[in-house]
């Protein structure tokens, strides 16, 4: 089982970047998948969730609006469309999937990718 | 938003000690609450799901309790790997959230 994250780098304030994360080993389709960010020195931040029976996607309020998931169940890949980049979206980003199958999981991200980068810097 | 508040915020003990890290609920999240290991430069490992169920592969030293608002995770008897930082997170609302973390380090 596993998760790899891409697509991080180095974008100016306002712009936009899309982050994939594509997994192998279990039933894509049966697990919600979500994104987890932490900027330098900081705590974990959730950032959304999507389910992936129903498409069904949560946002946290930082991001509403600007960030947009998806998920293309052919190729086991989800993804983060993250727009109107902030100074403050700075951070590396976990991909990761829920321990629980079905559309509202409750036990957590039992696996993990080993993140990727993302710097908004003028 | 649920806030998810944990004490203490840091910590210094020694290999053996008994080790409790606490986390609290802005409002009752029943026992959908789940702790996080995480040390430097790597993602994070699940502990304990649904309060007190222990994750697959998890040594049995680590224990979860609680339910409602207020929560705990023990360690029995720390070994030189527990030194990490540990979350809690609730799943109860469909925003989900993190507490913001103890570290945990060598006295």
């Known amino acids: 089982v596993q998760l790899v994250e891409s697509g991080g780098g180095l974008e100016q304030p306002g712009g936009s970047l899309r982050l994939s994360c594509a997994a192998s080993?279990?039933?894509?389709?049966?697990?919600?998948m979500s994104w987890v960010r932490q900027a330098p020195g900081k705590g974990l931040e959730w950032v959304a969730v999507?389910?992936?029976?129903?498409?069904?996607?949560h946002y946290a309020d930082s991001v509403k609006g600007r960030f947009t998931l998806s998920r293309d169940n052919s190729k086991n890949t989800v993804y983060l469309q993250m727009n109107s980049l902030r100074v403050e979206d700075t951070a590396v980003y976990y991909c990761?999937?829920?321990?629980?199958?079905?559309?509202?999981?409750?036990?957590?991200?039992?696996?993990w990718g080993q993140g990727t980068t993302v710097i908004v810097s003028s | 938003d649920i806030q998810m508040t944990q004490s203490p915020s840091s910590l210094s003990a020694s290999v053996g000690d008994r080790v409790t890290v606490t986390c609290r609920a802005s409002?009752?999240?029943?026992?959908?609450l789940n702790w996080y290991q995480q040390k430097p430069g790597k993602a994070p490992n699940l502990l304990i799901y649904?309060?007190?169920s222990l994750q697959s592969g998890v040594p049995t030293r680590f224990s979860g309790s609680g339910s409602g608002t207020d929560f705990t995770l023990t360690i029995s008897s720390l070994q030189p790997e527990d030194f990490a930082t540990y979350y809690c997170?609730?799943?109860?609302?469909?925003?989900?959230?993190f507490g913001q973390g103890t570290k945990v380090e060598i006295k």
């Open positions: 997170q609730q799943t109860y609302s469909t925003l989900w959230t």
């Open positions: 409002q009752s999240i029943i026992r959908n």
């Open positions: 080993g279990f039933t894509f389709t049966s697990y919600a």
């Open positions: 990761a999937k829920a321990l629980d199958s079905g559309d509202y999981p409750r036990y957590g991200m039992d696996v």
């Open positions: 649904a309060a007190s």
């Open positions: 999507m389910s992936g029976g129903d498409g069904n996607r």
